[in-house]
């Protein structure tokens, strides 16, 4: 179990998080995500004790990080996978670990097997790796001192469709197991089908948390896209609607579909697009959370920490 509460980090002017809480439970998958610095790291970080927090407490199996003795036997971290020492080989760095955590060499081979690293790649130095080599040796790394909670900060970047596949079902089966996981991402995709619970951070606050069946039916508006999207939304601007980008060209409306379909018409904006949001998964929602128009931006970004989005 992984819990945070009330956590801050400032650096002088800069506040890289904001009062933030949340807690990950045994035998689920928290996805952790939010846009490039939105903070996951810095809290990652902190809960790691790599950071101290300039307020808060975080603590992983009931103790703060660096209270753990040989912490490598309950918690795998990988935080930076480009960070390993290039002159070592794969199986040099794992051995390494091995014996620091005093776990039996043996588990080194198991490992590198488990992520899929061959023989001849583990013979090869880290520094001629492609980032999704050095991400499955960061999770041999993490998985080697069999752990029960794994702390993974964006280990999916540099995989390939196959190696996100292989990183899911390893995480799936890692929780179903009764392992915790804590993963971020910047990316929705990457996490939504292998996370149970969502965590969602914008600029440092926390936007939104809780199942993902949960999220899912929050009610997110209707997607609009006209064909000249500033007669759009000015259109929407006349009737009093606030609209959000959707990132991808749409509009992202709190109102029904007649509303936005009449405000179009009364203008005389040609609509090719309107539907309901709640159809297209947590995509919307994240970015609607991620793009929050001016009027929304107080209340989504408001650091009240909830089950639910708010
Ligand atoms: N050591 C530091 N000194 C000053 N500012 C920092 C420091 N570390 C992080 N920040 C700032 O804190 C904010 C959050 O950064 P952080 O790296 O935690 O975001 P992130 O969500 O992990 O982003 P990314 O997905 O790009 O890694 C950013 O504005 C970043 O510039």
Redesign the pocket.
């Known amino acids: 179990m992984i819990s945070v509460e009330n956590l801050t980090?400032r650096?002088?002017e800069?506040?890289?998080?904001e009062n933030v809480s949340f807690r990950c439970e045994p035998g689920t998958v928290t996805g952790f995500l939010?846009?490039?610095?939105?903070?996951?790291?810095?809290?990652?970080?902190m809960i790691c004790g790599l950071?101290p927090p300039t307020t808060g407490t975080a603590t992983v199996k009931g103790v703060p990080y660096r209270r753990i003795s040989n912490p490598g036997r309950h918690v795998g971290v990988l935080l930076d996978a480009a960070a390993q020492h290039s002159g070592r080989t794969g199986r040099e760095t794992l051995a390494l670990t091995a014996q620091i955590l005093g776990v039996d060499q043996k588990r080194v081979g198991q490992m590198l097997d488990r992520v899929g690293l061959s023989t001849k790649a583990a013979k090869r130095r880290v520094g001629g790796y492609s980032l999704g080599m050095r991400q499955r040796l960061g999770i041999a790394q993490a998985l080697l001192g069999d752990p029960s909670v794994l702390i993974l900060?964006?280990p999916a970047n540099g995989l390939d469709p196959e190696g996100i596949h292989w990183m899911r079902s390893m995480l799936r089966d890692f929780a179903d197991r009764g392992g915790t996981v804590l993963l971020?991402s910047?990316l929705l995709l990457e996490v939504e089908a292998v996370a149970d619970r969502f965590v969602v951070?914008a600029g440092?606050r926390v936007a939104a948390q809780g199942a993902k069946d949960e999220l899912l039916t929050q009610p997110t508006g209707v997607v609009v896209r006209a064909l000249d999207g500033a007669a759009l939304q000015s259109a929407l601007a006349q009737a009093g609607l606030s609209a959000r980008p959707d990132g991808q060209g749409a509009f992202v409306v709190d109102a029904p579909a007649e509303a936005v379909g009449r405000a179009a018409a009364a203008t005389g904006t040609v609509l090719l697009e309107l539907r309901q949001a709640s159809g297209g998964g947590l995509e919307e929602l994240f970015l609607s959370l991620i793009n929050p128009s001016p009027a929304d931006a107080p209340t989504v970004a408001a650091p009240a920490p909830q089950e639910t989005l708010r």
């Open positions: 980090k650096y002088r800069v506040t890289a998080v939010g846009p490039n610095g939105a903070g996951k790291s810095t809290t990652m970080r950071t900060d964006e971020s910047h951070i440092g």
